[in-house]
């Protein structure tokens, strides 16, 4: 109503495009992690994701490749953006959405992750959307349950959707990922978003970096396929992408950084800092941002920042990663 | 069931007795509870009537196990373990004593609680039970217990179980009032502030995994402190569990100065290393974590050498409703009292170890250093015997293992050897059929 008569046959058309594109298969029960995901995979989901991109920008989003099923969203940490993202995008698909958080949970009153998983197992859900505060307790969960499980998130181990989305993000504004430096600073020891990146990144062919303070970095990283390094300018030269990870309150204040104010000075990114990067270099967050810790507000909300457009990303790689896991569930 | 304490000739065995230096074929006499004559052709000389003669052709006759650190549940957590199943588990796997952690619930820091425990064991377990004391009261890492009394109780070793003593002035009293009582102190070797939140060996698997890294430095920096002050107090000292290669320099050293100084390391840490964790499997949970491969090889050479003087089994029971949780979250330990023996002869099959050293390392070594009788063919001394086929291959199934809980990290695993008889003081404890 109100589109001029061109506008809607545009997206009449736009709309037929994506119904006629085959959903892209992912053949495996879960979306547990990176790690074993082949080069294929990823750039099936992200090309699929691209297409839910032009969807999202639509004014009918609704879909219905997932009519019928149950999406549960079991959040055992709170998450603002991750469960939204992914309640927006099972509704986008047509599943039925449902959301339950720890804090309304029984998990409160002793009930075990395995008790939790077999009960909701019981009500049929076709998937579950997992966030966790333990690494290892997404698979742990899934390997007692039948329908097909996401990792949203395993204590410091996983985050698929966020690296993938990153992955899209930079693919839109660079055209590529193979080649590109890409710098993530910050507390990478306790970053699952690091750990799905690094690996993400890796198999697509980019060269990866990590800049922290020697407290924030897990002994062991050089292993992963990052150069390492300890001063932001040398880690930041001619980088491409710049990424910055969150630094939890409870770290900042003498246990692993002797205060925000000290790791605001040598870590945290600013326009000085960032301007060893490439002219044309991007700056990330996975969010929540600590402004005037992690990241100034300056850069967070300047020209080069793509921190907007990747909470917009998230929907559609997080719409492909649900389809792409419907595709295997029984009678799809 | 026991059997009757008739005479038992065990004929035509590989007889095998690392406290001498004995490995030859023969005969091995057993009647009143010892050991009566081992040479060749004992049968041919003729036996006392009614002696029970089992061809052991083929097989090694060898001193029982003495397992020098296993966690039973008795009393406080039966439901993991009791004495009498420990005790079943421990007949099963060749182990003719059992030496128990005292961090039970209440823990054996006072003679009463000594007594509790031996007169628990003598009505319901088939094997020879001895407690190590509490090193430190209520192991609270505080006040000495009192060890002269334990010791006359019973108490074969002062330690405080899994928990370190981090205040060093303690640690230094205490050696140095043990001395006056040649007791034994026995000590885990983990600064828990260096462990903090670890969970696994620090490096690049736990970085992989996300899971908090527990550095080398958290054993080497206590080991260090320990045998300096053992060699300060002149005190007979133990490192309980050692897992990685720079403990051992720092051993050796110790060693070499002549202080009074020796070291175990479990079964675990000599047969698996930190990859068997594989995806966040807690059963190789153990505290302190398993280490690298070359970690593993340096204890291996170590234990051949003679450098690491006995291995033990860390037995430590844990059920599903500590184990089935997220690695971080879930128990340390693993059982293996049972397993001990078949996981070294890995080692053995491989050609890491010889049969005498790992043998010695359970039996002769742990018998010497706790001053207990065993470990010994010898002639008059008591018969805790057993019988080792050296190549029968098995599955381990852990549904036939006599432990309460199942938590083994040899589960399923393809074995090649086992025990086949154990004799505990004369008597058979365990037949395998």
Known sequence: MGLPGHASALIASALMNIAQTPAFVLHRRHLLGIEGLSRDEIVGLLDRAEEFVDLNRQIDKKQSTLRGRTQINLFFEVSTRTQSSFEIAGKRLGADVMNMSVGSSSMRKGETLI???????????????????????????????????????DGSHEHPTQALLDALTIRRNKGQIERLTVTICGDIAHSRVARSNIMLLNTLGARVRVVAPSTLLPPGIERMGVEVFRDMREGLRDADIVMTLRLQRERMSGSFVPSSQEYFHYFGLDEKKLAYAKPDALVMHPGPMNRGVEIDSLVADGAQSLIREQVEMGVAVRMAALEALSQNLPNA | ???????????????????????????????????????????????????????????????????????????GAEHRETLASASQAAAAGGVTTIVMRPDTTPPIDNPAMVDFVLRRARDTAIVHVHPMAALTKDLKGAEMTEIGLLKAAGAVAFTDGNRSVTNAQVMRRALSYAKDF???????????????????????????????????????????????????????????????????????????????????????????????????????????????????????????????????SDHDPQDVETKRLPFAEAAPGAIGIETMLAAGLRLVHNGEITLPNLLRAMSTRPAELLELPGGTLRPGGVADVIVIDLDVPWVLDPNELKSKCKNTPFDEARLQGRVIRTIVAGRTAYEYV
């Open chain 1, 115 to 153: 008790d939790t998983a077999i009960t909701l197992n019981a009500m049929h859900p076709d998937i579950l959307v997992v966030r966790h505060h333990a690494s290892g307790a997404v698979e742990l969960l899934a390997h007692k349950v039948d329908c097909s499980v996401i990792n949203a998130g």
């Open chain 2, 1 to 75: 069931m026991l059997s009757d304490r008739r005479p038992i000739l065990l004929t035509n065995a590989r007889i095998l007795d690392p406290s001498r230096d004995l490995d030859f074929p023969g005969d091995l006499l057993i009647a009143d509870g010892v050991v009566r004559d081992a040479r060749r052709g004992i049968g041919a000389a003729g036996v006392p009537e009614g002696t029970e003669v089992i061809d052991c052709r083929g097989r090694v006759v060898a001193p029982g196990l003495i397992d020098m650190r296993a966690f039973v549940g008795e009393p």
């Open chain 2, 182 to 312: 040649d007791a034994l102190i026995v000590h885990h070797t983990e600064d828990p502030d260096l462990v903090g939140e670890g969970v696994m060996n620090e490096g690049e698997f736990a970085a992989r995994l996300g899971l908090t890294g527990v550095p080398r430095a958290a054993e080497t920096v206590m080991l260090e402190r320990d045998v300096r002050l053992a060699a300060l107090a002149g005190a007979r000292y133990h490192a309980a569990s050692l897992t990685c290669a720079e403990s051992l320099d720092v051993l050796r050293r110790a060693k070499d100065a002549g202080a009074p100084v020796t070291a175990a390391c479990s079964i675990n840490h000599i047969t698996l290393n930190e990859v068997d964790v594989g995806s966040y499997r807690t059963f190789y949970k153990t505290a302190p974590p398993l280490r690298a491969e070359s970690d593993r090889v340096a204890l291996v050479t170590a234990l051949a050498d003679g450098l690491i003087d006995i291995v033990m």
